[in-house]
């Protein structure tokens, strides 16, 4: 039985597989960026991410809600559809003679931005699980 430190604990570790994947595709580019007619690859994965968070938070009486001052605005619920994470072939830029695509300047770019994501989720489990743990040691304190 795994212990369940906080709701969007959970949450947290499906959102760093997801960024440790993209990042093994971003590398796995980066790794073809010399073989004839290769194409990069990406993952999306926002959206699933969006539907585990509803699903995670989907307690009404836990949630404020968002008040509405104009018939006009919008509601606050999203429509959340059932998604998987989808690979795409990242095109828009020109191929080179032997048809590869690869540009290694976004690679590179797109790397750097899924590491920094990576290492906030980090420091954010390690929050979460120093929170978790300080009330243990303090309920232990207090026996």
């Avoid at 695509?101 to 920094?116: F, G, I, Q, R």
């Amino acid at each position: 039985m795994a212990i369940n430190i906080s709701r969007a604990h959970s949450l947290m570790e499906s959102a760093m597989n997801f960024r440790a994947a993209r990042q093994d595709m971003i590398a796995g580019n980066i790794a073809n960026a010399d073989t004839p007619f290769y194409r990069p690859r990406d993952i999306r994965f926002e959206e699933v991410l969006a539907q585990k968070s509803a699903a995670t938070f989907a307690d009404k009486s836990e949630t404020l809600q968002m008040t509405q001052t104009n018939s006009a605005h919008l509601g606050g619920e999203g429509n959340l559809k059932d998604t998987k994470p989808t690979t795409f072939f990242r095109d828009g830029h020109m191929a080179r003679n032997d048809g590869n695509s690869v540009d290694l300047d976004v690679e590179t770019t797109e790397m750097a931005k899924n590491s920094t994501m990576y290492n906030a989720i980090t420091a954010a489990l390690k929050k979460d699980s120093a929170i978790f743990k300080s009330v243990i040691d303090a309920s232990a304190k207090t026996s």
